[in-house]
């Protein structure tokens, strides 16, 4: 059962350098970036954390977020790949285990979904993704009964695809990554992006890219398909808004927030940034 982040002593959280974390309804709200979730981002890497967003979004949207937010580097399509940013230019690094028939297979999946689920309408981003299918079953749509979500996931794993719940789509792919292998992936690669420098910091002392140790980082999630990384990161936060798809966890997080989504990630930054006093 997870643990009352605001209970959590700052001092206690002192080791933590690394935060990895979703964006859809972890960071994000309804749909938009607040001014404080994005400001605590900053207060984030000013005070010295490294920062590693690992979202479900596509390759379109990760490349702009790689290169203009205050992140060291971002895992996108749910594991797929890692994108990062070094002497100025944006890096790619790919997750092992891709399917290189996946055009094939993504497209016979296409068909079977709309032949399932005549109703069904692929992810508005859906353009900008080079691994995955995205069905939306509540960002741009009426939302699809709990029961008709479970049943599309039934339809896209008798596929043989991998599908996995966010708050908003089902993301369908095929392949042997999640998103724990492709984060696992871009540190056996040596964290490239790490410590990247940003230029209105200049005035802080740089911090040593020595990548942290995984009892180093901590987790942000909000939904199904972060359970992989509940279960791999020792330290681990769901914001409030998880409690939603508890029944569906078999591995919960360490905290859970008071309060959800972007209101939940200023919460857990709060308490990360305490610790740098404690």
């Known amino acids: 059962m997870a643990k009352d982040w605001l209970s959590v002593e700052p001092k206690s959280l002192a080791s933590i350098r690394g935060v990895a974390f979703d964006i859809d309804d972890t960071f994000s709200s309804e749909g938009v970036l607040s001014s404080e979730a994005f400001q605590s981002l900053w207060d984030l890497k000013r005070a010295g954390f490294f920062l590693v967003p690992i979202t479900g979004r596509p390759a379109g949207w990760c490349d702009h977020f790689a290169r203009f937010w205050p992140i060291d580097a971002i895992v996108g399509e749910n594991g797929a790949f890692t994108f990062f940013m070094k002497d100025?230019?944006?890096?790619?690094?790919?997750?092992?285990?891709?399917?290189?028939?996946?055009?094939?297979?993504?497209a016979e999946l296409r068909a079977t979904v709309l032949r399932e689920f005549p109703e069904a309408k692929f992810a508005s981003d859906q353009l900008y993704r080079e691994n995955d299918l995205a069905i939306d079953f509540c960002e741009d749509v009426n939302p699809w009964p709990r029961s008709e979500v479970d049943r599309l996931v039934s339809v896209c794993e008798k596929a043989g695809a991998h599908?996995?719940?966010?708050?908003?789509?089902?993301?369908?792919?095929?392949?042997?990554?999640?998103?724990q292998k492709g984060f696992q992936a871009w540190l056996a690669a040596g964290s490239p992006g790490l410590g990247r420098p940003f230029p209105e910091m200049f005035h802080i002392?740089?911090?040593?890219?020595?990548?942290?140790?995984?009892?180093?980082?901590i987790f942000a999630g909000d939904s199904p398909n972060d359970e992989p990384m509940f279960r791999y990161f020792p330290n681990s936060v769901g914001v409030a808004n998880l409690a939603n798809f508890m029944d569906r966890l078999k591995t919960p997080p360490t905290y859970l927030t008071s309060k959800p989504s972007g209101q939940g990630f200023v919460e857990m930054a709060k308490k990360l940034l305490a610790s740098r006093h404690a």
């Open 205 to 217: 002392p740089a911090t040593q890219a020595i990548p942290p140790k995984l009892s180093e980082w």
């Open 163 to 179: 599908a996995k719940v966010s708050s908003i789509h089902v993301n369908a792919w095929f392949g042997d990554f999640d998103k």
């Open 88 to 106: 100025g230019k944006r890096g790619r690094l790919e997750t092992p285990g891709g399917d290189p028939t996946r055009e094939k297979r993504m």
